[in-house]
Every structure is written in structure tokens, then in C-alpha cells.
């Protein structure tokens, strides 16, 4: 357990360090979608459970079911996070029609100008 929350922190952190240390607004968004990928798993990890049964009522007797809100909440998470990654993306190609390179410095050297 402690070997797979290093791996999901060590993504979270490949991922924010990818955001601050890459100039290539394609590298940025992609390193974005690695943090958040990171913090899902994590929040993953964290709720998942051994000995509990799918919440479908039958005829067993008394049995631990799992709760279906934190799964609810992954799949919101999953959908917003889309949902962002496609807004980035449309605002590069903005971007991209009005400055020749995905580069922020020499962007930001051009809107200086």
C-alpha cells in the first residue's frame, strides 16, 4: 500500500512540476491531465476496500455493501477533468492561429511587443 501511494504522489508531483517547468502550452495541458489522473487514483486508493459487497439488495442476510457516492464522485471527476482538457485545448488552437508557436515565452515576448 505504501509503495502505490509513492507512485500516485510521485505522479501528482511529475505532473505539477511538468506544469511550472515546460513552456510548450501542449506540454502544459498534458501534464495537467497526469496530475489529475494522479489525484484520482489517489482518491481511489484511498476509499478502496476489501470485504464489501456491491450494493445490490438480495437474499444473503446482513452484509457490508459498499458506498456508491465516492464512485459517483470519480465519474464527475473524470468528466469535469474532459471537459477542461477540451476547453485547454480549443484555447491553444486560438492561440496557435494567432502566433506561429506554442511556446509561452516567445508568446509573451510577442504580446510585449
Request: net charge neutral; aromatic share 8%; glycine share 8%.
Amino acid at each position: 500500500m505504501v509503495i502505490l501511494e509513492a507512485f500516485v504522489f510521485a505522479t501528482v508531483l511529475l505532473g505539477f512540476f511538468g506544469i511550472i517547468f515546460k513552456h510548450n502550452l501542449m506540454m502544459k495541458i498534458i501534464a495537467m491531465d497526469v496530475m489529475s489522473t494522479g489525484v484520482i487514483a489517489y482518491y481511489v486508493l484511498v476509499s478502496a476496500r476489501g470485504g464489501l459487497v456491491t450494493p445490490i439488495v438480495l437474499d444473503q442476510g446482513r452484509t457490508t455493501y459498499a458506498d456508491p457516492v465516492p464512485q459517483a464522485v470519480i465519474l464527475t471527476a473524470i468528466v469535469i477533468g474532459f471537459s477542461i482538457q477540451a476547453l485547454m485545448l480549443v484555447g491553444v488552437m486560438k492561440l496557435a492561429r494567432n502566433y506561429p508557436t506554442l511556446e509561452t515565452r516567445e508568446i509573451e515576448q510577442e504580446t510585449q511587443l
